[in-house]
């Protein structure tokens, strides 16, 4: 018995295109392979997860799933028996609706007549913080299949090019005609004519290519960005697939980011509190000179403006925020000790916060607003 697509997203059949879509990258997220390097089961759910938000994202599947439920698919050849009808190619070509644009034109091809398009690759790109805020170019070794040369196509005799074949089922539904990808030339249309002796069954080579990849700033950890026709080639007359490229963020030394802000922890010395100091913070770009007054309080929330992470539409970048922290000594010599037993009778000690000074959890409340 398959498992209800609902279920599968964990949402309710009353569930708009919203809700599913945003169920569905939470999935996508969860079980993605690049999170769960040789999970069979996150595989599993992966695909399921693809299968469920294919059939419900479009209006039609998912009126007949809702009247016919799995039946309405059976004998198809698209989702029928197992889940065999999407394989990581095309859940990746979906991505794009999900995980937004941006990065030019994920998926959805168009009307026409569709050329054959060879697999994606994918491979994972780490950036530092630095390389994160302001851009980077990078230079990626990547090993594509391509057609040999001297490798000759003719089209394909059983479907005439077409690259699918049409096959009538009789269900309980009634006749049913569907499309399915044409077995013998795989969906290209041709099939190979001439082979190279070094090119596999259908006359292509593995090469190894340098893909020069622009990312822009402000990319975030799991991102994923497409480099068109940087996959792999197919058979005949085709288009390559693309290079898919996940974005993996370094931790920084001493800054910690949060969305376009980036947060330092500063800490100063009792006396330094007392009386005042400038300070080189390590900001993003090299140092940042800044100036406390005397007598900060420890928990102070110093806002750089635009120091930030830019953001990834261009509206502007995050703010530094440095964060304030009094070192209290943890021992004293004789003398010292002294001063500040003195100084517990002294009225300048006794905690007097103005009435100006917000309490930890306004500011708080303030940074996050
Ligand atoms: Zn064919």
Same mark, same amino acid.
């Given at each position: 018995m398959k498992k @209800?697509?609902?279920e599968i997203l964990g949402i309710s059949k009353g569930a708009d295109a919203a809700e599913i879509?945003?169920?569905?990258r939470k999935s996508a997220l969860k079980y993605h392979p690049d999170k769960n390097p040789g999970d069979k089961e996150a595989e599993e759910n992966f695909k399921l997860a693809a299968e469920a938000y294919e059939v419900l994202s479009d209006p039609n599947k998912k009126a007949k799933y809702d009247q016919y439920g799995h039946q309405a698919f059976d004998g198809s050849g698209g989702f029928g028996g197992g889940h065999g009808g999407m394989n990581m190619d095309d859940i990746f070509s979906q991505f794009g609706d999900i995980f937004g644009g941006g990065f030019g034109g994920? /998926? /959805? *091809?168009g009307g026409g007549p569709r050329r054959a398009k060879g697999s994606n690759l994918r491979i994972k790109v780490k950036l530092t913080l630095e390389e994160i805020a302001n851009g980077v170019e990078k230079k990626v070794k990547v090993k594509r299949k391509v057609q040999a040369k001297g490798a000759t196509y003719k089209t394909c005799t059983t479907c005439n090019g077409q690259g699918q074949?049409?096959?009538?089922t009789n269900t309980i539904l009634g006749r049913m005609q569907s499309a399915s990808t044409c077995p013998t030339c795989g969906g290209s249309g041709q099939i190979l004519d001439k082979k190279p002796s070094e090119a596999d069954a259908q006359g292509m080579v593995v090469e190894d290519e340098t893909v020069s990849i622009k990312i822009p700033a402000g990319v975030v950890d799991g991102m994923q960005l497409k480099v068109s026709n940087k996959g792999n080639d197919a058979p005949g007359n085709s288009i390559p697939g693309d290079l898919i490229v996940a974005i993996e963020e370094l931790e920084h030394e001493f800054l910690k980011r949060e969305g376009e802000n980036v947060h330092f922890d500063l800490y100063i010395s009792f006396p330094e509190?007392?009386? *005042?100091v400038s300070k @080189? $913070? %390590?900001? $993003?770009n090299g140092k940042v000179r800044i100036k406390l007054e005397e007598g900060i309080q420890s928990g102070k929330i110093l806002r750089l403006k635009g120091k930030g992470i830019p953001s990834i539409n261009g509206y502007g970048s995050g703010d530094l925020l440095v964060h304030v922290n009094v070192w209290t000594p943890k021992t004293l010599n004789k003398e010292q000790k002294q001063f500040f037993e003195n100084a517990l009778t002294d009225e300048h000690f006794v905690p007097?916060? %103005?009435k100006s000074e917000k309490s930890f959890f306004e500011k708080v409340k303030d940074m996050f607003s």
């Open positions: @209800d697509f609902y879509k945003k169920a569905y994920f /998926g /959805g *091809g074949v049409m096959r009538v509190a007392v009386l *005042g @080189d $913070i %390590e900001a $993003i007097n916060p %103005e």
